[in-house]
């Protein structure tokens, strides 16, 4: 496996396990207080969506010139990965809450009790609920899948490091029987910006027609640089952020 | 709101997210890359400059709102 392959089935697996855990815990606070069978009703059609997604629009892209899929999905991969970074720099800076898994829980549980009485037997809301949080949040993980995939035309690789991904969060989630709160969240999502975003700004260069020193093995100055980049930027933000609150 | 227009609309807030400037700053430095290189010299040093800029001042725009 080469070293761009590596960093591929790295990304996706970790963009694929934030996502899941975030999906886990709705599916988890419908399954508990409304109905289990009709939540995994929702699950099962969503990933059966998903499925579709990626099955039909994977050829597609890759039928695409080079070049094209590159400055387009560079650009793309881009644009996610800055918002990825922005967002977890901000929560390791202080300057954004963190996300809480077992908060989004109580929430999602409180809202589900006063959603009305359950019904018996399908339980609509179970399922509507179920379905559209799998499908959100799998969105992203298809298109990174496919983008990714597409790219290195390996969107089996690709494919095969998110199922992994959520195997293992479904696994922990089942031994655990409760949401994964102790997941280091924001460190996984800073990984995740620093590899879309190291990968997006190398694809879209090269598509654009630059050539970078050496090769892809600029991703190994690329993808470092850009983790140091964010983490002085946290570092700078979260000594600005205690000395406006000691003063 | 028509089904299309929620559509488009959750297209737009899919591909750009919460901050259209960046989105546009990424176009815009693909789009002097790939001028550049046209030109015939080497352009791989914009993509690192505009990301280090597009970065610093979305993160001060968010700063700035409170999020």
């Not at chain 1, 918002?83 to 977890?88: D, V």
């Not at chain 1, 549980?109 to 018996?120: K, L």
């Not at chain 1, 992203?140 to 992994?164: C, K, M, R, S, Y």
């Not at chain 2, 790939?34 to 970065?55: K, Y």
Request: neutral net charge; contains cysteine; aromatic residues 8%.
């Amino acid at each position: 496996m080469s070293g761009t392959e590596i960093g591929l089935a790295v990304s996706v697996f970790l963009a694929c396990a934030v996502e899941a855990v975030e999906a886990l815990t709705i599916v988890l606070a419908v399954g508990t207080t409304r109905s289990w069978s009709s939540a995994m009703s929702g699950v099962g059609a969503a990933t059966l969506a998903l499925a579709v997604i990626v099955t039909a629009l994977g050829p597609a892209l890759t039928s695409l010139p080079i070049d094209v899929l590159r400055v387009v999905v560079g650009g793309l991969l881009l644009i996610f990965g800055l918002q990825w970074l922005r967002k977890a720099i901000l929560r390791g800076a202080g300057l954004k809450a963190k996300h809480d898994e077992l908060e989004t829980y109580q929430q999602e549980a409180e809202t589900a009790r006063a959603a009305g009485a359950r019904h018996p037997g399908f339980d609509g809301y179970a399922f509507t609920i179920a379905f559209k949080g799998v499908l959100l949040e799998g969105l992203e993980v298809a298109f990174i899948v496919l983008t990714f995939g597409a790219n290195q035309h390996d969107v089996g690789l690709a494919a095969a490091a998110a199922g992994l991904a959520v195997l293992t969060v479904v696994v922990a989630g089942a031994a655990a029987r409760a949401p994964l709160a102790r997941v280091p969240e924001n460190m996984m999502k800073l990984a995740v910006g620093v590899m879309l975003s190291s990968f997006g700004m190398f694809w879209g260069a090269e598509g654009a027609g630059a050539h970078w020193p050496g090769g892809d093995a600029a991703l190994l100055a690329v993808i470092p640089s850009v983790l140091l980049a964010a983490l002085a930027t946290i570092w700078t933000l979260r000594r600005a952020v205690m000395s406006a609150t000691s003063v | 709101m028509s089904r299309a227009q929620a559509f488009l609309l959750a297209v737009w807030e899919f591909v750009v997210g919460d901050d259209w400037r960046t989105a546009l700053g990424v176009a815009l430095a693909l789009a002097l890359t790939a001028i550049i290189a046209g030109a015939g010299v080497s352009a791989w040093w914009v993509m690192p400059i505009a990301v280090i800029v597009l970065l610093a001042l979305s993160i001060r725009r968010a700063a700035r709102r409170g999020t």
